[in-house]
């Protein structure tokens, strides 16, 4: 089921197009990755969805309805910059967010004790924001944006500031949301987030869609260019082998670039005739070099 869907959305601040012609949908219970470089229209496109901003065009439904202003009772938002204010109790502020959401000031308390308890920090109840480290900050921030139990949740860089013990504790809170339903909307700079969270993405380069898909069937767009090998003696002359462009070696073998696949082939027959294989890898792209390949090295 559709949870989420931007039809064609466009946005424009002055003569300048932030958001040209997004369309996508997010179901329930997927984390929908939301990617681009700086500038190129992600946080416009978040803060359309979240009813924050309007757009000049196009359309934004949610479970098949437009927006109303019900839906911020459904909606949960951690943005990129802090949003909790530094001189208010932690308790005072989430349980406050947590009623203008809908819910009952008991309820709002039990669920903020019990995000509390499960991020092992139940003593941050009392204290001010400003006492709090910047990762416990943000913890606090991703709190607000769940003590209500959102149906739509919109993730802008969640994991910012996390030490990996935390960052792990998130992820799994995150995928648990997802497991219960919850529809995510996450947006980050950091690929190998996005690689082990969501199916499906949406790149956006200078306010347009230029990758839009499955993640895996994305990669299968992209031609397979290195190959990693891991011999147990050395490997004579594999850059003499027609097609490879470069051969690095590393710690148990070699890395080596392609221009073509039948280059590969080449490189296993070659080296099983002089040692033995350990590993053999045509790897395909990483979603890092998909990005940088389509959005440009000096803007990611
Ligand atoms: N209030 C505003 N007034 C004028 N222009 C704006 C405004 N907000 C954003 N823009 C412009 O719209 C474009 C998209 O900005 P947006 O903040 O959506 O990018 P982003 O993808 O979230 O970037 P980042 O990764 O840096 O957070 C940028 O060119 C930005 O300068």
Known sequence: MVSLQLDHVFKQYG????????????EQGEIYGLLGANGAGKTTTMRMVLGLIYPDGGEIRYHGKPYSSELTRVMGYLPEERGLYPKIKVSEQIVYLARLRGMSKQDADKSLRYWLDRFEVPEYYDKRIEELSKGNQQKMGFIAAIVHKPQILILDEAFSGLDPVNVELLKATVKELRDNGTSILFSTHRMEHVEELCRRITILHRSNTVVQGDIKEIKSRYPREEVVLHTQGEVEKLDSIPGVKSVERVDRGYEIK????????????????????????????????????EVGESNA
């Open 258 to 293: 392609i221009g073509t696949p039948d280059t590969a082939q080449l490189i296993l027959q070659h080296a099983m005739a002089q040692t033995a294989i350990e590993r053999f890898e045509i790897k395909e792209p990483t979603l890092n070099q998909i990005f940088i390949q």
């Open 15 to 26: 003569d300048k197009t932030a958001v040209n012609n997004i369309s996508l949908q997010v």
